[in-house]
């Protein structure tokens, strides 16, 4: 199939992009990893597409001192060239994110704002206690990257909203991360997903499952176990994923939980 109809345009700066997002049915894009096939297989039928992916004050990664500002078009295979200091865990995840050619064009804030559950940014960002700016006509506001998302392929953002940029604070020399994913074919999304942090010099302890059939969820009381014991049984894991989505059966259960098990052995 061929996507339907629709106009383009490339907006020189955020402005002219938010400008352009107030007509009716706009949609922006960027990668176009995700929207390309959706356009294509008509699952979306914009009537406007606002191309931000070229946008100086998107394309930008800037050292705020405590943290890493990363703009919303810079790329994974940004990410992957340029490990950011303090920010380590971010080029690890990247190289694993499908293939090059999808890392080449794909998005952080593209992913961020497609909100796929079992996508890699929305669980690592959420455990990485990054924040989501984002810009509108009504101003910027900032939105913690593990609130962000509402329910599989939703979020906060309004419809003529876009993501900005995502800052992700600094780790010190102690801290330590694991994440994992279990994936039956290189390249796939997984089926199961973990990311742990734990950064005792700033008295950190994150833990969240990801790849679920809602947003990434936190496993608090694990991280916890984890941090002050070095380790956390399968029976507490298994309590806190019942907690986190309680409709999961037995299997799927299982499954996430040995991914929680290899994130908090890979920290």
């Not at 931000?52 to 890493?68: C, M, P, Q, R």
Request: proline letters at 7%; one cysteine or more.
């Amino acid at each position: 199939m061929k996507a339907a109809q629709f106009d383009y345009v490339r907006p020189r700066d955020v402005r002219e992009a938010l400008d352009a997002l107030k007509a009716p049915e706009a949609k922006p894009i960027a990668g176009g990893q995700s929207l390309g096939p959706m356009l294509n297989l008509r699952l979306a039928r914009p009537k406007l597409l606002v191309d931000v992916s070229k946008l100086a004050e998107l394309k930008a990664i800037t050292d705020e001192g405590d943290a890493w500002r990363i703009g919303a078009a810079v790329t994974h295979a940004q990410l992957e060239d340029k490990p950011l200091a303090g920010c380590e865990p971010l080029a690890k995840v990247a190289r694993a994110i499908a293939y090059r050619a999808v890392r080449n064009r794909g998005t952080v804030g593209g992913s961020l704002a497609h909100a796929d559950p079992a996508a890699d940014w929305p669980l690592v960002l959420a455990a990485l206690d990054a924040t989501v700016r984002v810009a509108g006509p009504a101003g910027r506001r900032e939105i913690k990257a593990d609130a962000l998302m509402t329910a599989a392929f939703e979020t906060q953002l309004r419809d003529d909203e876009i993501i900005e940029s995502v800052r992700v604070p600094k780790l010190s020399g102690a801290a330590r991360w694991g994440y994992y994913k279990f994936c039956r074919k290189t390249g796939e999304f997984p089926d199961a997903a973990a990311a742990l942090l734990l950064d005792p010099q700033q008295r950190i302890a994150r833990l969240f499952a990801g790849a679920l059939d809602r947003p990434p969820q936190p496993l608090d009381n694990v991280a916890r176990a984890v941090a002050e014991q070095g380790t956390a049984s399968r029976d507490m894991i298994d309590a806190g994923l019942a907690r986190v989505a309680p409709g999961m059966g037995p299997a799927a259960r299982k499954l996430r939980a040995t991914a929680v098990e290899r994130a908090i052995a890979l920290a």
